[in-house]
């Protein structure tokens, strides 16, 4: 025996109203008052409730294959049925035909459901309801229909208003991760532009979703992509005649103009995108700038995040040593987004893959124009080798040979960072400016990064003027260069005679201008303790750029 379910009336509904979805269940009909008043019961075919409905027909007879297409709720008084009606046939043919569901009206043909129509119903996963009162259909079609039309017309709005967003967003020439995070505003959902490797060239979280979206994002998605999983809705990005990726939104969102509807128009905008850029490795130099100025700036939640956010544009951490890497950018065309510099970025991670390393890469607008890269190297590589035949491939063919300075190596993302901000402040300091083609190590310059990270504390930014205050006065009032002087010596303090020559100097001239330096500071150039603060404000005062 089938079990009925009893739909009470409720007074309280009483004026037809749009469901907030953005189409129409069998659900939302069996809530519509017109319904409502000829007492359904719910007979079969519970778990279909939420089938979409695209319309109703009233169907009599009991061939329903020329009649139907697919979406329809069909109401039947039964009265056309043949006397020996076969209702497995009947539903069979329902079911294949694409209905959503059977609305029966009982006291005309049938006093109560036929058992043999309601097992073939739940049989087949076809909804089933009785109605026990008299209902004139066509007020259930009219309230069907006006909802279905009153969705359309909403669903036509929401798309005009999605439509003119992306073409302002297009109009304004608006970057990738501004198309990506309005599309994710307008769904309220996560959304994840990936290339076609899988890689995550940008992303935009949803209001309140703290899941780690990026762990193991490559071959979650790998297999998403293989298997079509729920909860997961995409549009590919085509332009030149190629596919380039996709955009992907997860948590299954509902919006009114359709989420595939939305997804494409963002698609849309990302290909008009791609269209106005010269170079066919755009996405890679927004993935590795952005992910690059999101640690430096320190645009985190957790490092756990961060590293699966790496990970998932091709950057692996797990069991590798990481380090931060700066190149020196020649010339004068180094601003990040020029010619001369995405040919060098693209000339470095031809040289890394070549290697086997995996790198992200910027062009960073500093001080000093340089390349700013985070290197990842397998097990089996040791980073000062791998780096220095890194460059040679990297230089191979260029007539410049150019700075490079690394940061010590890590195993955490926490260390990739120090090691990137060594690497950039070995660069800015130019100390002990290495020939140009050395790598530049953090070991051989710690006392200078030292200083260079105490250089805001206030007491760090006198102490040069209390130390040298009587020599940068002399210098500046007679045009004399005994700092110069000062800082030849304090480089080859054992060795005055390669001092005074690096200082263009003769010997005499030289030792004159040391004991006049000795006498305005009042300290001897043979104590270790004196040498070691006169070094110490030396460089603190190169570091701020005043000399």
């Given at each position: 025996?089938?079990?009925?379910?009893?739909?009470?009336?409720?007074?309280?509904?009483?004026?037809?109203?749009?469901?907030?979805?953005?189409?129409?269940?069998?659900?939302?009909?069996?809530?519509?008052?017109?319904?409502?008043?000829?007492?359904?019961?719910?007979?079969?075919?519970?778990?279909?409730?939420?089938?979409?409905?695209?319309?109703?027909?009233?169907?009599?007879?009991?061939?329903?294959?020329?009649?139907?297409?697919?979406?329809?709720?069909?109401?039947?008084?039964?009265?056309?049925?043949?006397?020996?009606?076969?209702?497995?046939?009947?539903?069979?043919?329902?079911?294949?035909?694409?209905?959503?569901?059977?609305?029966?009206?009982?006291?005309?043909?049938?006093?109560?459901?036929?058992?043999?129509?309601?097992?073939?119903?739940?049989?087949?996963?076809?909804?089933?309801?009785?109605?026990?009162?008299?209902?004139?259909?066509?007020?259930?079609?009219?309230?069907?229909?006006?909802?279905?039309?009153?969705?359309?017309?909403?669903?036509?709005?929401?798309?005009?208003?999605?439509?003119?967003?992306?073409?302002?967003?297009?109009d304004i020439g608006s970057p990738v991760q501004h198309i990506v995070a309005e599309t994710s505003r307008i769904l309220g959902a996560t959304v994840v532009l990936e290339d076609l490797a899988h890689q995550v060239v940008s992303h935009a979280r949803g209001p309140g979703d703290d899941h780690e979206i990026m762990e193991n994002w490559?071959?979650?998605?790998?297999?998403?992509?293989?298997?079509?999983?729920?909860?997961?809705?995409?549009?590919?990005?085509?332009?030149?005649?190629?596919?380039?990726?996709?955009?992907?939104?997860?948590?299954?969102?509902?919006?009114?103009?359709?989420?595939?509807?939305?997804?494409?128009?963002?698609?849309?905008?990302?290909?008009?995108?791609?269209?106005?850029?010269?170079?066919?490795?755009?996405?890679?130099?927004?993935?590795?700038?952005?992910?690059?100025?999101?640690?430096?700036?320190?645009?985190?939640?957790?490092?756990?995040?961060?590293?699966?956010?790496?990970?998932?544009?091709?950057?692996?951490?797990?069991?590798?040593?990481?380090?931060?890497?700066?190149?020196e950018l020649p010339g004068t065309d180094s601003a990040p987004d020029s010619y001369s510099v995405h040919a060098e970025l693209n000339s470095l991670r031809s040289a890394a893959a070549s290697l086997g390393l995996d790198v992200l890469c910027a062009g960073r607008q500093a001080d000093i124009p340089m390349i700013l890269a985070a290197?990842?190297?397998?097990?089996?590589?040791?980073?000062?080798?791998?780096?220095?035949?890194?460059?040679?491939?990297?230089?191979?063919?260029?007539?410049?040979?150019?700075?490079?300075?690394?940061?010590?190596?890590?195993?955490?993302?926490?260390?990739?960072?120090?090691?990137?901000?060594?690497?950039?402040?070995?660069?800015?300091?130019?100390?002990?400016?290495?020939?140009?083609?050395?790598?530049?190590?953090?070991?051989?310059?710690?006392?200078?990064?030292?200083?260079?990270?105490?250089?805001?504390?206030?007491?760090?930014?006198?102490?040069?003027?209390?130390?040298?205050?009587?020599?940068?006065?002399?210098?500046?009032?007679?045009?004399?260069?005994?700092?110069?002087?000062?800082?030849?010596?304090?480089?080859?303090?054992?060795?005055?005679?390669?001092?005074?020559?690096?200082?263009?100097?003769?010997?005499?001239?030289?030792?004159?201008?040391?004991?006049?330096?000795?006498?305005?500071?009042?300290?001897?150039?043979?104590?270790?303790?004196?040498?070691?603060?006169?070094?110490?404000?030396?460089?603190?005062?190169?570091?701020?750029?005043?000399?």
């Amino acid at each position: 025996m089938i079990e009925i379910q009893t739909l009470p009336l409720n007074p309280a509904k009483n004026q037809t109203v749009c469901p907030a979805k953005s189409s129409l269940t069998v659900r939302d009909v069996l809530e519509l008052p017109e319904l409502l008043a000829g007492s359904p019961q719910l007979v079969a075919g519970a778990r279909e409730l939420d089938a979409r409905i695209r319309w109703v027909h009233v169907l009599e007879s009991s061939s329903v294959m020329d009649f139907l297409s697919g979406g329809e709720l069909v109401l039947s008084t039964a009265v056309g049925w043949a006397a020996d009606i076969d209702f497995q046939h009947y539903v069979r043919s329902l079911v294949a035909s694409g209905v959503a569901g059977l609305v029966l009206e009982l006291g005309i043909r049938y006093q109560q459901i036929p058992q043999g129509l309601a097992k073939a119903c739940e049989q087949h996963r076809l909804p089933l309801i009785a109605l026990h009162q008299r209902t004139r259909f066509i007020t259930i079609t009219e309230a069907v229909h006006r909802v279905l039309l009153t969705q359309q017309m909403h669903a036509l709005q929401a798309r005009d208003s999605v439509s003119s967003r992306f073409t302002q967003l297009m109009d304004i020439g608006s970057p990738v991760q501004h198309i990506v995070a309005e599309t994710s505003r307008i769904l309220g959902a996560t959304v994840v532009l990936e290339d076609l490797a899988h890689q995550v060239v940008s992303h935009a979280r949803g209001p309140g979703d703290d899941h780690e979206i990026m762990e193991n994002w490559r071959v979650r998605s790998r297999v998403a992509a293989g298997n079509p999983v729920e909860g997961r809705a995409c549009a590919p990005i085509q332009a030149r005649g190629r596919q380039w990726g996709r955009i992907i939104a997860l948590g299954s969102p509902e919006h009114a103009a359709g989420t595939g509807f939305v997804l494409a128009q963002a698609a849309t905008a990302l290909s008009m995108e791609l269209l106005s850029q010269q170079h066919d490795d755009y996405w890679t130099k927004v993935s590795h700038q952005r992910l690059l100025e999101g640690l430096l700036e320190r645009e985190l939640s957790n490092w756990n995040e961060l590293e699966h956010e790496f990970e998932a544009a091709g950057f692996e951490f797990g069991g590798r040593t990481v380090l931060g890497l700066a190149i020196e950018l020649p010339g004068t065309d180094s601003a990040p987004d020029s010619y001369s510099v995405h040919a060098e970025l693209n000339s470095l991670r031809s040289a890394a893959a070549s290697l086997g390393l995996d790198v992200l890469c910027a062009g960073r607008q500093a001080d000093i124009p340089m390349i700013l890269a985070a290197l990842s190297f397998r097990p089996a590589k040791e980073p000062q080798a791998t780096i220095a035949e890194l460059l040679k491939r990297f230089r191979a063919g260029s007539p410049v040979s150019t700075r490079a300075t690394t940061g010590n190596p890590s195993t955490s993302m926490p260390g990739l960072l120090a090691s990137l901000e060594e690497a950039i402040a070995l660069m800015t300091l130019g100390t002990g400016k290495s020939a140009a083609g050395d790598i530049l190590q953090p070991r051989s310059q710690e006392l200078a990064l030292l200083l260079h990270k105490m250089r805001a504390e206030p007491s760090i930014r006198g102490f040069p003027e209390r130390i040298l205050g009587p020599v940068l006065l002399h210098d500046a009032s007679t045009g004399s260069d005994l700092l110069r002087t000062l800082i030849a010596y304090l480089k080859h303090p054992t060795n005055r005679t390669l001092a005074a020559a690096e200082s263009h100097l003769s010997r005499s001239v030289f030792y004159q201008r040391l004991a006049l330096v000795e006498g305005l500071l009042d300290r001897r150039l043979d104590d270790g303790q004196d040498l070691a603060t006169l070094h110490v404000a030396t460089m603190i005062h190169q570091q701020s750029g005043s000399s």
